[in-house]
């Protein structure tokens, strides 16, 4: 099993539906980011959380460290939206990736 | 402020051969991080530098080095290259080791 867990890989929806991709982690954390990356490989960072919600625009991410859970939340999806969202946790030594989710807003 | 720059952007090497990637991290910046990214394995932990120093590695063979300057630039070489290294590498610069992440647009490599 692995220490991070992304559901769904593949999510496609109309523009302006709400999106939920989720993030399970299996070690202790100190802090968990979520990233961008668009095609041709640049990654953004969008968020770094330890505890509680952010919210950016948008986008807001949650995290529950007692459930080892967080969720990535967009509001009022774009086709611009359209990505890999990759949830990366860091553990004692290392960050570690999720397999990320692709999603694909339609028009 | 100039953002992570990493170089070369693209380069085709041949089995056997060595490899050395650069990344230049933001000004004041002084943790910089190493990934390497692939279709079937998703993005990795290569290792993790801060203030000249490694203080994390991921689970690579010893062909995998790196090292970092006293400007903070950091470098990552490979030596006798497989075709499984074919990848994108990436890099990241952080204020320090548990603060935001900041991206290069990577170096992809293509080991023929």
């Known amino acids: 099993k692995n220490e991070v867990e992304q559901s769904p890989q593949n999510l496609t929806a109309q523009e302006g539906e709400f999106i939920t991709i989720n993030c399970s982690y299996s070690v202790g954390i100190s802090a968990l980011h979520w990233l961008q990356q668009h095609p041709g490989g640049g990654i953004v960072s969008l968020f770094m959380l330890s505890s509680g919600k952010k919210k950016h625009g948008r986008l807001i991410a949650t995290i529950n460290i007692q459930e080892k859970h967080s969720s990535l939340h967009i509001t009022a999806s774009h086709p611009r939206d359209s990505a890999v969202y990759i949830c990366?946790?860091?553990?004692?030594?290392?960050?570690?990736f999720g397999q990320g989710t692709r999603l694909t807003i339609n028009p | 402020k100039a953002g992570v720059t990493q170089t070369p952007r693209y380069l085709i090497k041949t089995r056997g051969q060595q490899v050395t990637l650069s990344c230049s991290p933001i000004?004041?910046?002084?943790?910089v991080s190493w990934y390497q990214q692939t279709p079937g394995q998703g993005l990795q932990f290569l290792f993790e530098y801060f203030s000249e120093t490694q203080r994390n590695k991921g689970n690579f063979p010893g062909r995998f080095s790196g090292r970092q300057f006293s400007n903070s630039r950091s470098e990552m070489n490979v030596s006798t290259l497989e075709l499984g290294d074919s990848a994108l590498y990436l890099c990241?610069?952080?204020?320090?080791?548990?603060?935001?992440?900041?991206f290069g647009e990577g170096s992809r490599l293509t080991v023929l």
């Open positions: 990366a946790v860091r553990g004692a030594q290392k960050l570690v």
């Open positions: 000004s004041g910046h002084r943790s």
């Open positions: 990241a610069s952080s204020l320090d080791m548990t603060g935001e992440l900041f």
